[in-house]
């Protein structure tokens, strides 16, 4: 069975406070919405995602397209977002629709939810209500609600996607949820468990909460990379994605762009899985005069397939020429685009060995970077 993922991002937000919505403030090391989608991206069972952002937000687009994630532009309401959802994303078989602003979601509530659609049209989590329930007005309690039976509606919400297409098709309205026009349409939804941790951010305070969550089975992975180049016959160096004209060129079995190369080998320390030779081995004739950016990309997504967010690449490179300085801004864009991240999450800067060693005689150029890679 193919399973799609529908993350809805294309709300305000605006009890949460802040400069922007809620989905894109940062939590920890990464946005809210990188969090969630992370947390879909790791599971095993899931096949596509498909991500319904706000038109002020479509900016944002490329960064998710460039994890294979489709992107589509929401309505005015929830329910037009979804629809619009629905129709952008690929043919599969069960939908689940989970809401951007709940970062928290546990791989097994996803499971629980994948599992019931074997044997239900709908299903979702919910948590049974434990609280005794009141009425109020004006500050005061003016009576008691009896409890049994009541559940806290969560997310993912996941339905045979024929099934919510039909009844989308007939509802008309603002619904609470997706349940709310699956059962409109006489569909029966099985309850799931829920998690008191899949919490949604609401408010300010929502996001103290959601931190403490998550750093709670944080995996952070740091990795270091260190390559050397020798300079030879040519009439320009590659570094960094950018072609730079020069008097020399830099000799290696690829384009030998010293500095894809030392950011690629920081992605694999992290990920402790050996480093360029072990996945593009030289005696393969293939790599021969390969661009650089083919490593850089597998890397980030071999990172990206194990779960994790790459939040952040310090790249030095160390020569007396050319000078890196004039070029850094395009080599940061380069960088950020073949790792699908944002440019301010890349850092690419320049420093001299004081005329000493092998580069401070023009002999060649050297380059050391650090990766960070984080998994909740």
Not at 46 to 60: M, Q
Not at 68 to 80: F, L, P, Q
Not at 83 to 94: Q, T, V
Not at 130 to 140: N, S
Request: proline residues 4%.
């Amino acid at each position: 069975m193919q399973v799609c993922v529908l993350i809805v991002a294309a709300g305000r937000g605006v009890r949460a406070g802040g400069p922007r919505p809620k989905q894109w403030q940062m939590l920890g090391q990464a946005r809210v919405i990188d969090h969630t989608v992370a947390a879909f991206r790791a599971h095993s069972e899931v096949d596509h995602i498909t991500l319904v952002l706000h038109a002020d937000d479509i900016n944002e687009a490329g960064v998710f397209e460039a994890q294979g994630i489709t992107v589509t532009k929401g309505g005015a309401e929830r329910s037009d977002s979804v629809r619009a959802g629905l129709l952008a994303m690929p043919p599969c078989d069960y939908v689940l629709i989970h809401d951007a602003a709940r970062p928290c979601v546990a791989k097994g509530v996803i499971s629980d939810v994948i599992s019931a659609l074997q044997s239900h049209e709908a299903a979702a989590p919910g948590l049974p209500v434990t609280d005794a329930l009141w009425t109020g007005d004006d500050g005061v309690v003016t009576g008691n609600r009896d409890r049994t039976g009541l559940f806290a509606a969560q997310t993912p919400q996941g339905f045979h996607r024929a099934a919510l297409l039909n009844a989308y098709a007939t509802y008309s309205g603002i619904a609470a949820d997706d349940v709310e026009v699956a059962r409109s349409a006489g569909l029966t939804v099985a309850i799931t468990a829920g998690d008191p941790d899949n919490i949604k951010i609401t408010t300010s305070g929502d996001f103290a909460r959601a931190t403490a969550i998550l750093e709670r089975d944080m995996d952070i992975r740091t990795g270091n990379g260190f390559d050397v180049h020798a300079f030879g016959a040519g009439d320009h160096v590659m570094l960094c994605g950018v072609k730079i004209p020069h008097g020399q060129g830099l000799v290696g079995h690829s384009d030998a762009d010293v500095g894809l190369h030392t950011v690629t080998d920081a992605i694999y320390g992290a990920l402790a899985a050996g480093d360029i030779g072990t996945h593009f081995p030289p005696s393969d004739p293939q790599w021969k005069g390969a661009q650089s950016h083919i490593f850089l990309r597998h890397a980030a997504q071999m990172a990206r397939d194990q779960g994790f967010t790459l939040t952040h690449v310090d790249c030095t490179l160390i020569c007396e020429f050319p000078k890196v300085g004039p070029h850094a801004a395009a080599m940061r864009a380069a960088v950020a685009e073949m790792l699908g991240i944002e440019v301010a999450r890349v850092s690419v800067k320049a420093t001299t060995s004081e005329r000493l060693g092998f580069t401070g005689r023009g002999e060649g150029i050297a380059c050391i970077a650090t990766a960070t890679l984080v998994k909740s």
